[in-house]
C-alpha cells in the first residue's frame, strides 16, 4: 500500500519537491507569522491571505499531479477498483510530500520563531511556542487535504477515453472552475465595498487581497493574449512574431501559473506595502520627533542652552537651542520653543519627507514674524520717578499706589511707589529700581487708589481721575508708550467727561503727548499695559488647539502671553501632530525664570564638528539622540510589532508563487523542446526560432509586469489605505497611506520587478532547451505532438 | 520557389543510398548492417512489425539520427550535417505527425513554406493547394489541436508535399485512414514519384506494399526481404485512380 505512492514520489519528483517545498514554506510562514503576531497582540489575519493562496498553490500543483497520473487513474478503474481504493490511491501520493513538508516546515518553524522575535518584537518580550501556531498549521492542512479530496471527483468522473488518450485536449471551463470565478469575482467586490464601508476591518482587507489578486490573476491570461495580438499584429509576414503571437494566442499553458503568481504578486504587494508604510511612519514619526538629526536633552534652563549654543557655535550652523514643556496630552498644552535663527542652517530640509514639511518650512515664517515684531523699550538700572497731580474736583486725599511689573535679572520683577495727593495738587516721588543689570522690559503699570470698594458701597466709590506728566523708569519715558488699559471697552481710552456708567466701571485713559490721564477703574484699580501687538508671541500651532476665547501661549516662565497665529499645520518639530512652537529668543524675553517641566534641549546636525560637540557637551548637553531611537520608542508605543509578520507573508506568497509556476515550467519545457524540434524539421532557421522565443518571452513579461503592477496598485489603493495598520499614539502624524507614498510605489515596484524577473527567467528557463533534446530524431512515438 | 527545388535537376542525386548503414544505442543494435537504394521516381514500400526499425531507419536516411556505422547519402553528400537537422532536399512525414500544436492546419502548412523563404500570400495559396489535395481545405482554418488524428494526418502528408522536396520519407502516412483516403494518399505519393521524387513510405499495410514498386522488409533492425514489386504495381497501377 506504501510502495506504490513511494514509487510515485520517485517517478514525480520534480513535482513533488515542489508541493513539499510549498508546504514547508507556508507552515513555516503561518508558525512564525501567527507565533509573533500573538505575542504582540497583533491582528492573526495576517497571514490569511497567505493560507489562502497556498490554498490555491497546492491544488494547482496536485491537479498537476494528478493531470500526470491520469493513465494510472484510467488503469485504476479499469481494474475496476472502488471509488474508495482509488480516492485513496490519488490522495495518499501527494498527501506524502504535503504532510512531510508541513512538519519539516513546523519544525523550522520552532526553530526560527525566537530569532524573528527578537528582530521584530520590543525588548524585553520573547515570543513562547504555544499551542496556536501548531493550531493554525493543522487547520491549514485540513483545509488543503478537503480541497484535494474534492479534486478526486473529476478523477472519477472524466471520460475514461481522455484519461487514456496520450494526446490531452484542451477542456472546456467546467461548472466548479466557472463557480470558483464568478465566487473570486464577487468576493473581491464585497470584500473591497466592505473595506470601505468599514474601514479598520483588517481581516476583510487581508483576505480581501488574495481574492482581488486571483481575480486579476484570472484576468490576466486575457491580457497575455491582448499583448499577444499587439506584438503579433501587422507581422503575419515575418515569421518569428507571427509563431510567438500564436503561441501566446493560443496555448493554455500560461494561465494557471500566471493566475497564482499574479495572486502572490498582489497578496505581497499587500502585505509588504503595509510594512513599508508603517515603517515609513514610524521613521517620520522619529524624525519629526527628534526635529533635527541630532537632538540632545540640555542640563540647564533654556536660556543657558540658548547662551551655550552661541557661545560654542557663534555662527550658527551647526546647533540650535530649544525648549520643550510638555504638561499634558492636549495640543495647547504641549509646548516647543526653537531658536528659529538658527533653524534654517541646522534642520534645513530634514523634515521635507514627513507630514511635518509644511510646518517645518513654516518656522522660517515664524523667525520673521518673530524679529519683526516691534521694538519694546528697554529699562535700565536706576530711578522710577512719578509726578501725579489729582483733579479739583475730588473730594478726599488720594491715596495711590503704581506698581511697575517688570522682567530681568530675577524675572519677573515690581517696583512701588506709594503716594498721597490732596485734590487739586500734584505730588512727585521717585524709587531705585534694581535688576536691570543686562536689561529690563516692562510688563505693565497697576494704577490704584484708595480701598478697594465694596458692592454695597459701590455708587460712593468715587475714583479721581490722575494726571501723570512725568513717568520715567530706567532711562524709557512712559508717557510716550503706546498704553492700553487692561479690560476696558475698546474706545475708553478717549472717554470725555459726560463718561458712561460703563466707562466709570472700568476706569479710563488717556494719551496725550507728554502726560497719562488715568481714572482707575470704580474698583480701585486699573491696570496699564502695552498694546497686544508688543505683546504678542507669534506661534506656529499643530493639531486641533483649543485656543478659547483669545489666542494664548505661555513662555517657558509660563506667563501667559497673547499669541499670534502664523498658522496651523499638520506636524511642527518636536512637537510632533499636536502642540505650539514659538521662538525660543522671543518667548525667553519677556519671560520669568522657565518652570521645572521646561526641558532645555539642543538640536544639531549630524556633521557637526566634533568640537563643537564637546563644547556643548562640556556646557550640559547629554547623549545624543538619534531619530531611529525615537522612531523605535513610536513603533513600541504603536505596536507595530505585529505588522512586521507583513515581511513573512510578502516573502512567502512570492516564494510560493513563484514554486507553483516551477510546476508548470517542466510541463512547458517538455511542450516546447518537441515544437522546438518540429520547427527544425521544417527547417525553421535558428535566428527565427530564437526571436520568436525572445518576442513570446518578452511579451509574457510586459504583460505580467503590466497585470501584476495594476492588481498591485488596485489592492493597496483599494484595500491597504482602508486598513487600520497601527494604534496611533497621542500626537504623532496620522498614519496615512496615499498611494504616492514612496514606501507603497517601492513595495509595488519591487514586487512587480521581482515577478518580471520571475516571469522572464521561467520564460527562457521553459524555452531553454538542449539542442539534442530538440532533436527532429526526437519526434517518436509517446512524445506525440501535440 | 527556388529553394525547394535544390537538387531536383539531376535525377541521379536524389537517389537516396544506405550503405552498410549499422546504429547502436547503448550496446542495443536498432540497425544492423543495412544497405538500400531508395531510387528517384520510385515508390519504396519499407516494411516491417512493430519495433522492428523503420523508424529509425527513415530517421537514418533523412539525417536525423547519424549512423554509427556506414552511411546514408543523397546523391554524392551525406545526409547526416552534423545537426540533427535534416537537408532541406528531405521532406518527412512524421509517424507522430509533428504539427506545431498552436498553429492553424493553413499554418502548419505555409511555414513549411516560410521557413523556405516563401513569402506569405505565396506560401498560403500553395497551403490551400496542398491541403486541397487531401480534402482538407474546409479544416484549414482550425487550429491542429481541434482535428482528428487522420485529418492531422493528412495535414502533416500536405505539409511533406508541399515543399516540393527531391525525397519524401513518409512513416505510416496512412495508419489512421480510412481506405478511401488511403487510396488518395497512395496516387498523391504516386504523382510525387512520377514528378521524379523519391517517395520511402514506411508501413506494414500489405495494400501499400503491393502499390509500391520496390519494398525492403526489416525485421529487429536487419534486412530481410528485397523484392521489386514493379510488374504487380503496373498491372495494379490501372485500378488506382
Ligand atoms: N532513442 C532510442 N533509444 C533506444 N532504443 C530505441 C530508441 N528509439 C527506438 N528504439 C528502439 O528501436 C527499435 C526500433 O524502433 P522503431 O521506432 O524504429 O520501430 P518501428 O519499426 O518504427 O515500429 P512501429 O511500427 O511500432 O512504429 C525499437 O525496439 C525501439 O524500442
Ligand atoms: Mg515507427
Given at each position: 500500500?506504501?510502495?506504490?505512492?513511494?514509487?510515485?514520489?520517485?517517478?514525480r519528483?520534480g513535482?513533488h519537491?515542489?508541493?513539499?517545498?510549498?508546504?514547508?514554506?507556508?507552515s513555516?510562514?503561518?508558525?512564525t507569522g501567527?507565533g509573533?503576531?500573538?505575542?504582540?497582540?497583533a491582528?492573526v489575519?495576517?497571514?490569511?491571505?497567505m493560507?489562502m493562496?497556498v490554498l490555491?498553490?497546492?491544488l494547482?500543483?496536485t491537479?498537476?499531479?494528478?493531470?500526470e497520473?491520469?493513465?494510472?487513474?484510467?488503469?485504476?478503474?479499469l481494474r475496476g477498483w472502488?471509488?474508495?481504493?482509488?480516492?485513496?490511491?490519488v490522495?495518499?501520493?501527494?498527501?506524502?510530500s504535503l504532510?512531510?513538508g508541513?512538519?519539516a516546515?513546523?519544525v523550522?518553524g520552532v526553530g526560527m520563531?525566537?530569532f524573528?522575535?527578537?528582530?521584530?518584537?520590543p525588548d524585553?518580550?520573547?515570543?513562547?511556542?504555544g499551542?496556536?501556531p501548531?493550531?493554525a498549521?493543522?487547520?491549514?492542512?485540513?483545509?488543503?487535504?478537503a480541497?484535494?479530496a474534492?479534486?478526486?471527483?473529476?478523477?472519477l468522473?472524466?471520460p475514461?477515453t481522455?484519461?487514456?488518450?496520450?494526446?490531452?485536449?484542451?477542456?472546456?471551463?467546467?461548472v466548479?472552475?466557472t463557480?470558483?470565478f464568478?465566487l473570486v469575482f464577487?468576493?473581491?467586490v464585497?470584500g473591497?465595498?466592505q473595506?470601505w464601508?468599514d474601514?479598520?476591518?483588517?481581516?476583510v482587507v487581508?483576505?480581501?487581497?488574495?481574492?482581488l489578486?486571483?481575480a486579476?490573476?484570472?484576468l490576466a491570461p486575457w491580457?497575455?493574449?491582448g499583448?499577444?495580438?499587439?506584438?503579433g499584429?501587422g507581422r503575419?509576414?515575418a515569421?518569428?512574431?507571427?509563431l510567438?503571437?500564436?503561441?501566446?494566442l493560443?496555448s493554455?499553458?500560461v494561465?494557471q501559473p500566471l493566475m497564482?503568481?499574479?495572486?502572490?504578486?498582489t497578496v505581497s504587494?499587500?502585505?509588504?506595502?503595509g510594512?513599508?508604510i508603517?515603517?515609513?511612519?514610524?521613521?517620520?514619526?522619529?524624525?519629526i520627533?527628534n526635529?533635527?538629526?541630532v537632538?540632545?536633552r540640555?542640563?540647564?534652563?533654556?536660556?543657558q542652552?540658548?547662551?551655550?549654543t552661541r557661545?560654542a557655535d557663534?555662527?550658527?550652523q551647526?546647533?540650535?537651542?530649544?525648549?520643550?514643556v510638555f504638561?499634558?496630552?492636549?495640543?495647547e498644552s504641549?509646548?516647543?520653543?526653537l531658536?528659529t535663527?538658527?533653524?534654517?542652517?541646522?534642520?534645513g530640509?530634514?523634515?521635507?519627507?514627513?507630514a511635518?514639511r509644511?510646518?517645518?518650512?513654516?518656522v522660517?515664517e515664524l523667525r520673521e514674524?518673530s524679529?519683526?515684531?516691534p521694538?519694546r523699550?528697554?529699562?535700565?538700572n536706576?530711578?522710577?520717578?512719578?509726578?501725579?497731580?489729582?483733579n479739583e474736583?475730588?473730594t478726599r486725599?488720594?491715596e495711590l499706589?503704581?506698581r511697575?511689573?517688570?522682567?530681568g535679572?530675577?524675572?519677573?520683577?515690581v517696583?512701588f511707589i506709594?503716594?498721597?495727593v490732596p485734590?487739586?495738587q500734584?505730588?512727585?516721588k521717585?524709587?531705585?529700581?534694581?535688576?536691570?543689570?543686562?536689561?529690563?522690559?516692562?510688563?505693565s503699570?497697576d494704577?490704584?487708589?484708595?480701598?478697594p470698594?465694596a458692592?454695597?458701597?459701590k455708587?460712593l466709590?468715587?475714583?479721581?481721575k490722575l494726571?501723570?506728566?512725568q513717568?520715567?523708569?530706567?532711562?524709557v519715558d512712559l508717557?510716550?508708550?503706546?498704553w492700553?488699559?487692561e479690560g476696558?471697552?475698546?474706545g475708553?481710552a478717549g472717554a470725555?467727561p459726560?463718561a458712561?456708567?460703563?466707562?466709570?466701571e472700568?476706569g479710563?485713559l488717556?494719551l496725550?503727548?507728554?502726560r497719562?490721564?488715568v481714572r482707575?477703574?470704580r474698583?480701585?484699580q486699573s491696570t496699564?499695559m502695552?498694546p497686544?501687538?508688543?505683546?504678542?508671541l507669534?506661534?506656529?500651532?499643530?493639531?486641533e488647539v483649543?485656543w478659547?476665547?483669545?489666542?494664548?501661549?505661555?513662555t517657558?516662565?509660563?506667563d501667559?502671553?497673547?499669541a499670534e497665529?502664523?498658522?496651523?499645520?499638520?506636524a511642527l518639530?518636536?512637537?510632533?501632530a499636536g502642540?505650539v512652537?514659538?521662538?525660543?529668543a522671543?518667548?525667553l524675553?519677556?519671560s520669568?525664570?522657565?518652570?521645572?517641566a521646561a526641558?532645555?534641549l539642543i538640536?544639531a546636525?549630524d556633521d557637526?564638528?566634533?568640537?563643537?560637540?564637546s563644547?556643548?557637551?562640556a556646557?550640559?548637553?547629554?547623549e545624543?539622540v538619534?531619530?531611529?531611537?525615537?522612531s523605535?520608542?513610536?513603533?513600541?508605543?504603536?505596536?507595530?510589532a505585529?505588522?512586521?509578520?507583513g515581511w513573512?507573508?510578502?516573502v512567502?506568497?512570492?516564494m510560493?508563487?513563484?514554486?507553483?509556476?516551477?510546476?508548470y515550467?517542466?510541463r512547458?519545457?517538455?511542450?516546447?523542446?518537441q515544437?522546438?524540434a518540429?520547427?527544425?524539421?521544417?527547417?525553421v532557421p535558428t535566428?527565427?526560432r530564437?526571436?520568436?522565443?525572445?518576442r513570446e518571452?518578452?511579451?509574457?513579461?510586459?504583460?505580467s509586469?503590466?497585470?501584476?503592477?495594476?492588481?498591485?496598485y488596485?489592492?493597496?489603493?483599494?484595500?491597504?489605505t482602508?486598513?487600520?495598520?497601527v494604534?496611533v499614539?497621542a500626537?504623532?502624524?496620522?498614519l496615512?497611506?496615499?498611494?504616492g507614498?514612496?514606501?507603497?510605489l517601492?513595495a509595488?515596484?519591487?514586487?512587480t520587478?521581482?515577478?518580471?524577473l520571475?516571469v522572464?527567467?521561467?520564460?527562457?528557463?521553459?524555452?531553454h532547451?538542449?539542442h539534442?533534446?530538440a532533436?527532429?530524431?526526437?519526434l517518436?512515438e509517446?512524445?506525440?505532438?501535440? | 520557389?527556388?529553394?525547394?527545388?535544390a537538387?531536383a535537376?539531376?535525377?541521379?542525386s536524389n537517389t537516396?543510398?544506405?550503405?552498410g548503414?549499422?546504429?547502436?544505442?547503448h550496446?542495443v543494435?536498432?540497425l544492423?548492417d543495412?544497405?538500400?537504394r531508395?531510387?528517384?521516381?520510385?515508390?519504396?514500400?519499407v516494411?516491417g512489425p512493430?519495433g522492428s526499425?523503420?523508424t529509425?531507419l527513415?530517421?537514418?536516411?533523412?539525417?536525423?539520427?547519424?549512423?554509427?556505422?556506414?552511411t546514408?547519402?543523397l546523391g554524392?553528400?551525406?545526409?547526416?550535417?552534423g545537426t540533427?537537422?535534416?537537408?532541406?532536399q528531405?521532406?518527412?512525414v512524421?509517424?507522430?505527425?509533428?504539427?506545431?500544436p498552436?498553429l492553424s492546419?493553413?499554418e502548419n502548412?505555409a511555414?513549411?513554406?516560410?521557413?523556405?523563404?516563401?513569402?506569405?500570400?505565396?506560401?498560403?495559396?500553395?497551403a490551400?493547394?496542398?491541403?486541397?489535395?487531401?480534402d482538407?481545405?474546409?479544416?484549414g482554418a482550425r487550429?491542429?489541436e481541434?482535428?482528428s488524428?487522420g485529418?492531422?494526418q493528412r495535414?502533416?502528408l500536405?505539409r511533406a508535399l508541399?515543399v516540393?522536396?527531391?525525397v519524401v520519407?513518409?512513416?505510416?502516412p496512412?495508419s489512421?485512414?480510412?481506405?478511401?483516403?488511403r487510396?488518395?494518399?497512395?496516387?498523391?505519393?504516386r504523382?510525387e514519384?512520377?514528378l521524379?521524387r523519391?517517395?520511402v513510405i514506411a508501413?506494414?499495410?500489405?495494400?501499400i506494399v503491393q502499390?509500391c514498386?520496390?519494398?525492403h522488409?526489416?525485421?529487429?533492425?536487419?534486412?530481410?526481404?528485397f523484392?521489386?514489386?514493379?510488374a504487380a504495381?503496373?498491372q495494379?497501377?490501372g485500378?488506382?485512380p
Open positions: 500500500m506504501i510502495a506504490a505512492p513511494v514509487d510515485g514520489l520517485r517517478v519528483r513535482t519537491a515542489i508541493i513539499f517545498a510549498i508546504a514547508f514554506i507556508t513555516t510562514g503561518t508558525f501567527i509573533v503576531a500573538r505575542e504582540v497582540g491582528s489575519p495576517v497571514v490569511l491571505p493560507v493562496l490555491v498553490a497546492l494547482s500543483c491537479a498537476e499531479v494528478n493531470r497520473r491520469r493513465g494510472d487513474f484510467a488503469l485504476m478503474r472502488s471509488s474508495l481504493r482509488i480516492t485513496a490511491a490522495l495518499a501520493e501527494p498527501a506524502l504532510t512531510g508541513c512538519v516546515g513546523l523550522a520563531l525566537p524573528l522575535a527578537r528582530a521584530w518584537l524585553g518580550t520573547s515570543a513562547s511556542v499551542v496556536w501548531f493550531a498549521v493543522l487547520v491549514e492542512l485540513a483545509l488543503v487535504a480541497a484535494m474534492a479534486q478526486v471527483v473529476p478523477v468522473r472524466r475514461m481522455e484519461q487514456i488518450s496520450a494526446t490531452e485536449r484542451p477542456r472546456e471551463a467546467g466548479v472552475s463557480f470558483g464568478v464577487f468576493g473581491s464585497v473591497v465595498y473595506a464601508a474601514p479598520g476591518a483588517n481581516w487581508h483576505a480581501t487581497s488574495c481574492l489578486g486571483l486579476a490573476g484570472m491580457l497575455v493574449r499583448a499577444g495580438a499587439w506584438q499584429a503575419r509576414d515569421v518569428a512574431p507571427h510567438a503571437a500564436s503561441r501566446i493560443r493554455s499553458g494561465g497564482v503568481l499574479v495572486a502572490a504578486a504587494c499587500v502585505a509588504l506595502g510594512v513599508l508603517v515603517n515609513q511612519w514610524a521613521g517620520d514619526a522619529g524624525r520627533a526635529g533635527a538629526p537632538f540632545m540640555y542640563q540647564g534652563t533654556p536660556q542652552a540658548l547662551d551655550a557661545a557663534p555662527d550658527g551647526w546647533a540650535l537651542a530649544g525648549a520643550t504638561d499634558d496630552d492636549r495640543p504641549r509646548r516647543v520653543y531658536d535663527s538658527r533653524y534654517e542652517d541646522v534642520v530640509g530634514f523634515l521635507d519627507t514627513t511635518a509644511e510646518g517645518s518650512h513654516a522660517d514674524t524679529q519683526g515684531l521694538e523699550p528697554v529699562m535700565s536706576g530711578r522710577w520717578t512719578m509726578r501725579v497731580a489729582v474736583s475730588f486725599l488720594a499706589t503704581f511697575l511689573n517688570y522682567v535679572d530675577r524675572g519677573a520683577d517696583a506709594e503716594i498721597a485734590p487739586g500734584s505730588r512727585t521717585s524709587v531705585r529700581i534694581t535688576g536691570c543689570d543686562d536689561r529690563c522690559l516692562i510688563r503699570l494704577v490704584e487708589e484708595g480701598r470698594c458692592q454695597v458701597t455708587d466709590c468715587g475714583r479721581p494726571t501723570l506728566d513717568v520715567e523708569a530706567g532711562g508717557t510716550s508708550q503706546p492700553v488699559l476696558a471697552a475698546p475708553a470725555g459726560d458712561t456708567d460703563a466707562v466709570a472700568s479710563t488717556n496725550i503727548p507728554g497719562l490721564e482707575p477703574a474698583r480701585g496699564l502695552p497686544t501687538e508688543l505683546l504678542a507669534p506661534v506656529l500651532a499643530a493639531g483649543d478659547g476665547q483669545t489666542p494664548e501661549v505661555k517657558p516662565g509660563g501667559h502671553r497673547p497665529l502664523v498658522g496651523t499645520y499638520a518639530p518636536v512637537a510632533g502642540g512652537l514659538a521662538d525660543l522671543t518667548a524675553s519677556d520669568s525664570p522657565a518652570v521645572p526641558q532645555a538640536l546636525r557637526i564638528p566634533a568640537d563643537v560637540m563644547a556643548l557637551a556646557a550640559g548637553a547629554e545624543p538619534m531619530p531611529d531611537e525615537q523605535s520608542n513610536i513603533s513600541a508605543a504603536a505596536g507595530t505585529g505588522v512586521q509578520v513573512v507573508v510578502a512567502c506568497s512570492l510560493v508563487g513563484l514554486l507553483t509556476s516551477l510546476v515550467i517542466a512547458l519545457r517538455r511542450a516546447h523542446a515544437e522546438e518540429v520547427l527544425r524539421l521544417l527547417l535566428p527565427t530564437a526571436a520568436a522565443n525572445r518571452v518578452w511579451t509574457l513579461a510586459f504583460a509586469a503590466v497585470v501584476t503592477c495594476a492588481a498591485g488596485l489592492a493597496v489603493v483599494a484595500l491597504l482602508r486598513a487600520e495598520l494604534d499614539p500626537n504623532q502624524p496620522a496615512e497611506s496615499p498611494i507614498s514612496t514606501s507603497l517601492t509595488i515596484a519591487l514586487v520587478l521581482g515577478c518580471t520571475a522572464i527567467a521561467g520564460g527562457f528557463l521553459a524555452r532547451v538542449r539534442d533534446e532533436s527532429p530524431a526526437s517518436r509517446g512524445t506525440v505532438t501535440p | 520557389m527556388n529553394a525547394q527545388n537538387g535537376s539531376s535525377i541521379s537516396l543510398t544506405m550503405e548503414v549499422g546504429l547502436d544505442v550496446g543494435m536498432l544492423d543495412v544497405s538500400m531508395f531510387e528517384a521516381g520510385r515508390m519504396t514500400a516494411s512493430s526499425g523503420k529509425t527513415l530517421s537514418v536516411a533523412g539525417g536525423l539520427l547519424k549512423p554509427t556505422r556506414g546514408a547519402s554524392s553528400t551525406l545526409t547526416w550535417q540533427g537537422d535534416p537537408p532541406p528531405v521532406a518527412f512524421l509517424q507522430v505527425y509533428g504539427l506545431v498552436v492546419a493553413r502548412v511555414l513549411a513554406l516560410r521557413a523556405r523563404g516563401v513569402s506569405l500570400d505565396e506560401a498560403e495559396e500553395h490551400d493547394e496542398a491541403l486541397g489535395r487531401f482538407l481545405t474546409h479544416v487550429q491542429v481541434e482535428l488524428g485529418q492531422m495535414v502533416a500536405s508541399v516540393q522536396a527531391p520519407l513518409a512513416d505510416e496512412t489512421e485512414l480510412d481506405e478511401g483516403n487510396d488518395r494518399v497512395l496516387s498523391e505519393l504523382r514519384a512520377d521524379g523519391t517517395v508501413t506494414h499495410d500489405p495494400v502499390a514498386d520496390v519494398h522488409a526489416l525485421d529487429e533492425g536487419r534486412v530481410t526481404t523484392e521489386e514489386t514493379l504495381t503496373r495494379a497501377r485500378t488506382l
